[in-house]
């Protein structure tokens, strides 16, 4: 009987641990800004081509995942009846986990597109990965802007917040020809919707916390998002804003730009933004980030 409560306890015990572990790293990647993500799609006159994406957490972030782990692995050596004990992950082990779910990213980039590799990235304050993807048309392709799908703990998103989701999508449209045309839609403008006086109040209250501003600095701290379309031919026209040469870029957002903006800063916590092309409103013209506001950016090639 004694035995039966103990091994309930000590399940009980474990279910815990990972409960938390769960929360911790949803909450800290959230919170301290922990990823960076990248990508360019190289488009070719034809409509295929392929997706660079480089995925980058915090090496902070990953050195707290490693400690967590750590303990996870100590408590199920403790529960083994074996005397083999559970190593805790490095930094390769990690790693290794992203590159993994790299392979099963692909279906959120659309139809028809293919998981090609995947290699470690590294930086001196970032580790991940650069995932390649194939597709033989760029019409199915889409791209959600926001970085957070990438976070673990990242669940299906429901309701407003599925809303939001879809508010950071970008979509293609290709015509082939002699001179082919690419259409980018970007995400329209969230529409302001009424808000309950107490909630604005409250909300208004909010933004000039001093704790919910420094948690704001440590979020936008290392956060970068970047999205560059390279075309493999030559540009005949475009009403693209940011071209050097091949390369047209619709979004770049060194995150880290604004947390010296005092003003700003207040301005986003009191609005609370669901989704990155609300930051993106917010955030418009300030210089060193580059946001392409036309919709639809074409792009004439051959």
Request: with cysteine; net charge positive; hydrophobic share 35%.
């Amino acid at each position: 009987m004694i035995r039966r409560l103990n091994t309930g306890f000590e399940h009980s015990r474990r279910f815990w641990i990972a409960l938390r572990l769960s929360a911790v790293c949803a909450a800290i990647c959230l919170f301290a800004g922990c990823i960076q993500d990248n990508t360019v799609i190289n488009i070719k006159p034809d409509g295929s081509g392929t997706i660079e994406e480089t995925v980058l957490m915090g090496n902070a972030f990953i050195d707290m995942m490693q400690g967590l782990t750590k303990g996870m692995g100590e408590t199920e050596a403790q529960d083994a009846a074996g005397p083999k004990e559970k190593k805790p992950k490095s930094d390769e082990s990690f790693i290794a986990e992203m590159m993994e779910k790299a392979k099963t990213n692909a279906k959120d980039f659309g139809e028809g597109v293919k998981y090609v590799s995947a290699k470690p990235a590294k930086t001196q304050t970032a580790s991940g990965y650069t995932a390649i993807y194939s597709f033989d048309d760029i019409s199915k392709v889409t791209l959600n802007q926001n970085p957070g799908k990438k976070t673990p703990g990242e669940s299906k998103k429901e309701g407003a917040d599925a809303e939001a989701a879809k508010n950071d999508t970008i979509k293609f449209a290709f015509k082939k020809g002699p001179v082919s045309r690419l259409s980018v839609t970007m995400p329209p403008p969230k529409t302001d919707e009424k808000k309950d006086k107490k909630d604005e109040a409250a909300t208004k209250d909010k933004s000039d916390d001093p704790s919910e501003i420094e948690m704001l600095k440590s979020m936008f701290k290392d956060m970068k998002v970047s999205i560059v379309l390279n075309m493999m031919g030559d540009i005949v026209k475009t009403n693209a804003t940011y071209r050097t040469d091949k390369k047209i870029t619709l979004i770049d957002m060194d995150f880290g730009k604004l947390i010296n903006d005092m003003a700003l800063l207040k301005k986003i916590n009191q609005a609370q933004p669901q989704s990155v092309e609300e930051v993106k409103a917010m955030v418009k013209g300030i210089e060193g980030l580059k946001l392409e506001f036309t919709s639809p950016v074409t792009v004439d090639f051959k």
